[in-house]
């Protein structure tokens, strides 16, 4: 069974915190990569930050140093700790996941990815 549930998102100030918590059935989070990415209004939906089964991640440029992506295999859930919010973050984050990598298709890539929660929205006001 495929599940993916997202909760955390608010409205908050630029320079405020927030964590997104991705709750996925066992099916799910057993996946080789998972994943937060998102959509911000009249734009493409982009990778934000994605970790794999050995724990590596990878990050967008415009989050690092700002954004953390973690894993609790004991509650099967994934995290997204953002801090040091700008008002460009504003939008809707997705948690993704895939089981079996697509090879030629960069991890940050939403084509790369099977599985798609649906979303928590993220506003920052400036």
């Known amino acids: 069974q495929v599940e993916l549930v997202e909760s955390g998102g608010d409205s908050v100030q630029a320079g405020g915190s927030l964590r997104l918590s991705c709750v996925a059935s066992?099916?799910?989070?057993?996946?080789?990569?998972m994943g937060w990415f998102r959509q911000a209004p009249g734009k493409e939906r982009e990778g934000v930050a994605v970790?794999?089964?050995?724990?590596?991640?990878t990050y967008a440029d415009s989050v690092k140093g700002r954004f953390t992506i973690s894993k609790d295999a004991s509650k099967n859930t994934l995290y997204l700790q953002m801090n040091s919010l700008k008002h460009e973050d504003t939008a809707m984050y997705y948690c993704a996941a895939v089981r079996v990598r697509r090879l030629g298709v960069g991890d940050l890539d939403p084509a790369g990815m099977d599985y798609w929660g649906k979303g928590t929205l993220v506003t920052i006001s400036s």
């Open positions: 066992a099916y799910t989070y057993s996946s080789v990569l």
């Open positions: 970790i794999d089964t050995d724990g590596s991640t």
